[in-house]
């Protein structure tokens, strides 16, 4: 059975992160860890409570950032905050999809922006996966789902992520050892077992964004309307008018370990302008960047089509949508 | 137990002091400990929202999946504090009302959802409507009768507030 620490400020946090090194596990909302833990997925020895730490709150401007995201904020308080919803939308609809709200007033954004990658092999009891044999995730060397594959190929099914990905954030981490920042393009790796660069002892403290002047959009294909991991995920954020787009971050999420970002789709928009044969050719390109995709939880072939038609309609509604003033 | 300690969690205004044992979650405690049978243990995976109870800040949470150590000092209502001895509460009434029952089993959960969501949201939408029941799943038979229940138990808490002053409701 594991310790349960509850520390009173970051400082205690990260010193008891550092001393329970690979077996400690931090506990925020709640909604994941429990889940795995009952699934035997993981079985810390150490549980860090951090749910209301001081330093992991607050939203607004921050020093040179526009603004600073405490990572410790429920979905629903991100989903619902007016400057959120105001300027960073795709952001607000990212954080209202996951789950259902009583899983959003509990799970924290640092909490779904490291949710463990999720597979139909492994996210299962111990007796389901004692069946199988043992993949790369469960210490094992293969992939029940591309067997060809020499990693792990769990989907990374958090929805904030390629949100904040297509928004070009920036999180903060902090460890004994002190605070860095990293961008989030940086953040994750595409490997379903080691899926962030995040280290052991580090916590994700706050996200930190960029001014906005941005029309961005987040779509999520689920198989019912409420409560689902997405089959896939759409962020976009572009500034520029349609005729003259200066950026164009597009993003697939839930479609592999990690959020891909579109970059041919990307470049299509920003050569040619927001317009119907440029998306059209956007939409087409997004295949090239998603390589090889492992379609758990939906048909052969599917998830590619799938993010084709994903694009084609966010890309759309962005063309149609008015510019943001200040 | 080596791992056992006291907790002090005030459910439905009644302060107790509890051991609970770490791995414990918070219906574990509401059942085993308080006899508490109202809120029940489901899925545990945050999927059908049985075990729903209400934080102190009025927002429905999923008692299966918070651990019971977490609770210590912290306040909630479960399906048992919701009526009064004034009666039923507007939500539990307009339920029995509308039939917005099957065998039951998830009956605590969305009344502590509908409630939960009235509590912070006293105009909700049919959008906010939705969005909140998707936390709470009936497996008998649907979501219609519910939502039924849930618009009247709107209207009644409306016109309740705009009768009397203080907020309460006709026993």
């Known amino acids: 059975m594991f310790r349960y620490v509850r520390p009173r400020d970051l400082d205690e ?13 931090l506990l925020a909302g709640g909604t994941d860890l429990l889940v795995s833990m009952r699934q035997g997925l993981v079985a810390p020895a150490v ?13 607004g401007p921050h020093g040179e950032d526009p603004l600073r995201i405490g990572a410790g904020i429920a979905l629903t308080d991100l989903a619902e905050h007016p400057i959120i919803v ?8 990212a954080a209202r999809s996951v789950g259902s709200r009583h899983v959003r007033n509990m799970a924290t954004l640092g909490g779904n ?5 999720r597979c139909w092999y492994t996210n299962q009891s111990e007796n389901w996966r004692a069946s199988r044999i043992p993949c790369w995730k469960t210490d ?12 792990c190929r769990a989907i990374n099914s958090s929805d904030t992520a390629p949100a904040l990905l297509a928004l070009d954030a920036r999180l903060e981490a902090v460890s004994v050892r002190g605070r860095r920042e990293v961008a989030l393009a940086d953040f994750y790796n595409d490997d379903g077992v080691n899926h962030t660069t995040l280290a052991s002892d580090e916590i994700i403290t706050a ?10 959009l987040f779509t999520k294909a689920t198989a019912r309307t409420g409560l689902d991991y997405g089959y896939g995920t759409l962020a976009a954020a572009v500034t520029g008018s349609n005729r003259a787009i200066r950026s164009a971050r597009i993003v697939a999420g839930s479609v592999g370990s990690w959020p891909v970002l579109l970059a041919h789709a990307g470049a299509i928009i920003v050569e040619r302008g927001l317009n119907e044969s440029a998306i059209a050719d956007a939409a087409a390109a997004a295949r090239e960047d998603l390589g090889e995709v492992a379609n758990l939880f939906s048909p052969p072939g599917y998830k590619k089509r799938l993010v084709r038609g994903l694009v084609l309609q966010v890309l759309e509604q962005l063309r149609r949508q008015k510019l943001p003033v200040d | 137990m080596a791992d056992r300690q006291f907790i002090t969690l005030t459910v439905n205004g009644d302060r107790h002091r509890v051991p609970v044992a770490v791995q414990d979650t918070l219906v574990d405690v509401l059942r085993n400990r308080l006899g508490l049978m109202g809120t029940k243990r489901g899925c545990t995976s945050g999927a059908c929202g049985v075990c729903t109870v209400q934080g102190d800040d009025g927002r429905a949470v999923l008692a299966c999946l918070s651990l019971a150590v977490e609770w210590d000092g912290r306040a909630l209502t479960t399906i048992e504090g919701v009526a009064t001895p004034a009666g039923l509460h507007p939500v539990q009434q307009a339920f029995l009302e509308f039939g917005a029952v099957q065998c039951g089993a998830c009956t605590p959960g969305l009344i502590m959802t509908a409630k939960a969501l009235l509590d912070t949201n006293p105009n909700p939408d049919e959008a906010d409507i939705n969005e909140a029941l998707a936390g709470a799943l009936c497996r008998c038979t649907g979501h219609i009768k519910v939502k039924e229940a849930v618009r009247q138990a709107i209207l009644r808490m ?14």
């Open chain 1, 140 to 151: 094992g060397g293969l992939c029940h789902v591309i067997k060809t594959s020499t990693t």
């Open chain 1, 113 to 117: 922006l490291r949710l463990p990658t």
């Open chain 1, 47 to 59: 549980v860090i409570g951090i749910r209301g730490l001081p330093e992991l709150n607050g939203i």
């Open chain 2, 158 to 171: 409306a016109a309740a507030t705009t009768e009397e002053p203080d907020g309460r409701t006709e026993g």
């Open chain 1, 86 to 93: 105001a300027r960073y939308p795709a952001l607000a609809q």
């Open chain 1, 207 to 216: 996200v930190l964004l960029p001014a906005a002047r941005v029309r961005t």
């Open chain 1, 13 to 25: 946090a990260v010193a008891a992160l550092a001393a329970g090194g690979d077996s400690a596990s």
